[in-house]
């Protein structure tokens, strides 16, 4: 080779210096192609990882284990249960444990004593109802049932029961105790404080309440646009008269009607007959107007939707 075709050592130095990057470049690639058909193998997620990433120890996610959640049922009123009790334990006598009513108390209560009543006494109750539950602690209650006799007089009686943690299942651990009825509760003031006079409100009530209760009329043309509500099935009364209308809001006593929307909240007292007798009655109403007339948007008594659907 001619000295001018040969080259110098830093050109070979160069040179080779080149192929080793080259030869270094290629490895990678090749070793690319490798680990990216790896990740395709192992799937879509860790193609992901590989090509947004520099390489990296990836460990698998572990599922989360279920939160275990404990809910605890609502602690069941035994108020049913000492109701039945004391109907049937005043119904026995210790004389007679054969009978269906003191076999029924006895395996209600088996720790207590039946009752001993003399001989033609009229010691049975019309009517037992319980009035009042009250818990204590653990699975202890104290239920407060009344019974009502024949003559209208009336007996509170205490009757202790113990109820299981599920509150599915209970027993009266005592005999009844005879204690003071409830005390009157003080009524807070009527916010029906507004004298309604006789005109447009107290006439579209009174149609509407004939409607509901006797049936005279369609429901529908007194209420208010989307209100839904259904008679009084089957009617039971001949006759509903109005006795008095009293309101919450001044508009209600207005002379003329307001502007369309307003709404009114009315107590209304009727008088309500039957081939039975006369029945006095009182129902909650909203109402609002509209064109000029009123129309029921809610019947409050007995519901406390809005809308009042009953």
């Not at 080259?22 to 990882?49: F, H």
């Not at 204590?136 to 009344?146: D, E, H, I, M, P």
Request: with cysteine; net charge neutral; charged share 15%.
């Amino acid at each position: 080779m001619s000295p001018g075709k040969q080259a110098s050592p830093s050109e070979s130095a160069v040179a080779m210096a080149a192929g080793a990057r080259l030869e270094a470049m290629r490895r990678r690639v090749r070793l690319s192609r490798v680990a990216v058909w790896t990740v395709i193998a192992a799937g879509p997620v860790a193609l992901c990882v590989a090509v947004a990433s520099t390489p990296t120890t990836v460990q698998a996610a572990t599922p989360a284990k279920p939160t275990a959640v404990r809910t605890t049922s609502a602690a069941a009123d035994p108020g049913g249960y000492a109701q039945v009790f004391l109907s049937v334990w005043l119904r026995s006598s210790a004389n007679d444990a054969s009978t269906a009513q003191a076999r029924l108390a006895q395996s209600m209560a088996p720790d207590v004593e039946l009752p001993d009543p003399a001989a033609g006494a009229q010691s049975k109750p019309e009517s037992v109802t319980a009035v009042r539950s009250a818990q204590r602690t653990g699975g202890a209650w104290s239920v407060t049932v009344a019974a009502q006799y024949a003559d209208g007089s009336v007996r509170y009686y205490a009757v202790p029961v113990a109820a299981d943690t599920s509150g599915a299942s209970f027993t009266v651990t005592g005999a009844p105790g005879v204690v003071a009825g409830p005390a009157r509760a003080e009524v807070p003031k009527s916010p029906y404080d507004i004298t309604v006079p006789e005109g447009d409100l107290p006439s579209a009530v009174g149609e509407f309440l004939a409607a509901y209760l006797t049936g005279a009329g369609e429901i529908d043309r007194y209420l208010a646009p989307g209100v839904k509500l259904t008679a009084v099935s089957p009617a039971p009364y001949k006759a509903v008269a109005v006795e008095q209308v009293s309101a919450v809001e001044d508009a209600a006593a207005a002379a003329t009607a307001p502007a369309d929307g307003t709404a009114v909240h009315v107590l209304v007292r009727v008088e309500a007959r039957d081939a039975g007798g006369r029945w006095p009655l009182a129902y909650e109403l909203t109402l609002k107007s509209r064109s000029g007339r009123w129309e029921v948007a809610a019947l409050e008594s007995g519901t406390a939707r809005e809308g009042g659907a009953q």
